[in-house]
T-cell receptor, first 113, second 112 residues
Framework: AQSVAQPEDQVNVAEGNPLTVKCTYSVSGNPYLFWYVQYPNRGLQFLLKYITGDNLVKGSYGFEAEFNKSQTSFHLKKPSALVSDSALYFCAVRVVYGNKLVFGAGTILRVKS | EAQVTQNPRYLITVTGKKLTVTCSQNMNHEYMSWYRQDPGLGLRQIYYSMNVEVTDKGDVPEGYKVSRKEKRNFPLILESPSPNQTSLYFC???????????FGPGTRLTVL
């Protein structure tokens, strides 16, 4: 069975500091991994994905994520946080050729000025 | 503009009154799915459809029905809504071989 864990309900960061939002996953087989962001009263926006190849994936708004197969992790990072990055972030996993996208519970990111 | 649309965006209803939430995509995607979002649980898949007339249950299908008569539309039907179906609902779509799902804006449903 597929599962995703986002161990932190909330991450607080000062503006200008680096941020990390953690995600670990469990699948049987090779994974596709995704990060989505949800701003208040908005739908989910796609940020980035890992399919294959380079373990460091770059996405929208300056975000990046590193796929670590041995640790089954896909942490979201940004070198310098902005107040406008404050939102709810979801990690998701899908098995290659699978039909189901499984989401983590979400992590609230709060960036304070 | 490529998009997934949902209607209505907000709905307050009463227990037992049948309702339908519509979902439409203009990207010619084969795969469509419905999710519900609840605090602390993330998004959970309700139903999905691989193509016209092909649907299957997700993780939380109880109390919901779907149909896929046309490629672009994938309505979610609640025959007899109950308060535990109060949630935020998202429709999503992708191509059959695609890796990324694109989400609609969400429908906030309250069942009293």
């Amino acid at each position: 069975a597929q599962s995703v864990a986002q161990p932190e309900d909330q991450v607080n960061v000062a503006e200008g500091n680096p941020l990390t939002v953690k995600c670990t996953y469990s699948v049987s087989g090779n994974p596709y991994l995704f990060w989505y962001v949800q701003y208040p009263n908005r739908g989910l926006q796609f940020l980035l994905k890992y399919i294959t190849g380079d373990n460091l994936v770059k996405g929208s708004y300056g975000f990046e994520a590193e796929f670590n197969k041995s640790q089954t992790s896909f942490h979201l990072k940004k070198p310098s946080a902005l107040v406008s990055d404050s939102a709810l972030y979801f990690c998701a996993v899908r098995v290659v050729y699978g039909n189901k996208l499984v989401f983590g519970a979400g992590t609230i990111l709060r960036v304070k000025s | 503009e490529a998009q997934v649309t949902q209607n209505p965006r907000y709905l307050i209803t009463v227990t037992g009154k049948k309702l339908t939430v519509t979902c439409s995509q203009n990207m010619n995607h084969e795969y469509m799915s419905w999710y519900r979002q609840d605090p602390g649980l993330g998004l959970r898949q309700i139903y999905y459809s691989m193509n016209v007339e092909v649907t299957d249950k997700g993780d939380v299908p109880e109390g919901y029905k779907v149909s896929r008569k046309e490629k672009r539309n994938f309505p979610l039907i609640l025959e007899s809504p109950s308060p535990n179906q109060t949630s935020l609902y998202f429709c999503a779509s992708r191509t059959s071989g695609g890796r990324t799902q694109y989400f609609g804006p969400g429908t906030r449903l309250t069942v009293l």
